[in-house]
């Protein structure tokens, strides 16, 4: 006989409903999709507009002391699970400040200029009311410094 990756394990369970498992149940909408399965900021898409995504730079930080760096007391270490804040930079050749329009969610940032368009799902959820954004000039560099929001923080990294 022949045996193939299949045949590994035990044998599949056979059911009585006529389209398989239950875990997919269909509603009797025509949607392909619920509104808790759409990513947020996916509304901000436009596949027919020709802007470029900017070049941009994601930086986690943590709040270091001395008795983190010499000593180790807090049990900090250079993972991004201890990190508290970040930051992003985003480079915008050719833009003024007073084109930049930002908009920050908890877990999407979108930002439009003339001539770019950046829609970002950040890596982790943020305090959107928490940010600051300054743009320099000199070196036509957009920088959003955003809080993170991590509410079980206290109780997973204890």
């Known amino acids: 006989a022949h045996i193939g990756p299949g045949d590994i394990g035990p044998p599949p369970k056979t059911s009585t409903e006529p389209h398989g498992s239950s875990a997919y149940i269909k509603k009797d909408s025509k949607d392909i999709w619920s509104e808790e399965e759409v990513a947020e900021g996916s509304h901000y898409d ?9 070049e941009y730079e994601i930086i986690l930080k ?10 180790g007391l807090s049990g900090k270490d ?3 699970m201890k990190c508290e804040a970040m ?3 985003i480079k915008l050749p050719e833009t003024k400040a007073t084109d930049v329009v930002l908009d920050v969610k908890e877990k999407f940032l ?13 890596p982790h ?4 009311r928490e940010g600051k954004a300054q743009f320099f ?3 036509e560099v957009l920088e959003v410094s955003l ?9 997973n990294l204890q």
């Open 46 to 54: 436009d596949l027919a507009d020709p802007r470029p995504q900017p």
């Open 62 to 71: 943590q709040n270091v002391g001395t008795e983190d760096v010499f000593l």
């Open 78 to 80: 250079p993972s991004s």
């Open 87 to 89: 930051k992003i930079k």
């Open 110 to 122: 979108d930002l439009r200029t003339p001539k770019y368009k950046l829609g970002l799902h950040l």
């Open 125 to 128: 959820p943020i305090h959107c």
């Open 137 to 139: 000039s000199d070196r």
């Open 147 to 155: 809080l993170m929001n991590r509410p079980m923080d206290s109780i």
